[in-house]
């Protein structure tokens, strides 16, 4: 008995259509419920790029992190009681056609045995996962001892992991690089 012919499968990747735009202030975290946040008001901005320095365009980038006392609005945190109230812990943007994103947040605080940090996962099309990774910020990235950041062992590879203060300004740069040589260290979840 002979087998039918079946279709090739299209291949799958996260898409293939995102929108434009996302609900106003889904890139501020500082305002929630009309309140503003405490802390270091900073703002956490890069490009993504492809393979060959080739910017993505409308990749969804979101953020999720600690206020600036160290403490998630979730509540799973032990001390998710004390979480700031004007401060919402997540947010969404899109990049724009040279890969740009920007966020308006807080310093992270730190956390028990964790460098302040910043999580940060990208959906785009030709992508066939979500990528997650984490922002870390410190002066001394040499010196940093974190569990997430201790499982990569290339020095090159965690440099790429830190954000780089802009000299004398509340700016943080995080370029991502989603494949290749000098690829963004991401994890799995």
């Known amino acids: 008995m002979s087998q039918p012919h079946l279709p090739t499968s299209p291949y799958c990747t996260i898409g293939p259509f995102f929108p434009g735009t996302f609900t106003n202030g889904c890139d501020d975290l500082t305002n929630f419920e009309g309140k503003r946040a405490k802390g270091e008001q900073i703002f956490l901005s890069g490009r993504i790029f492809e393979e060959g320095n080739r910017p993505i ?11 600036a006392n160290g403490i998630f609005r979730h509540p799973i945190d032990p001390r998710f009681q004390d979480a700031d109230p004007g401060f919402f812990g997540w947010g969404r943007v899109r990049t724009d056609r040279d890969g740009n994103y920007c966020f308006r947040t807080v310093l992270p605080g730190p956390r028990e045995n964790r460098c302040p940090h910043i999580n940060l996962m990208i959906l785009a099309i030709g992508l066939t996962r979500r990528l997650v990774t984490t922002v870390f910020f410190s002066e001394t990235p040499d010196s940093v001892r974190d569990p997430v950041l201790d ?30 040589e000098s690829e963004t260290p991401f994890f799995l979840d």
């Not at 365009?57 to 206020?67: C, T």
């Not at 965690?158 to 300004?169: L, T, V």
């Open 57 to 67: 365009l409308n990749a969804v980038v979101e953020i999720w992190q600690p206020d």
């Open 151 to 180: 499982c990569v062992a290339d020095s090159r590879a965690r440099a790429r992991m830190f954000a780089r203060r802009e000299p004398g300004q509340n700016i943080y740069r995080f370029n991502i690089i989603t494949r290749g």
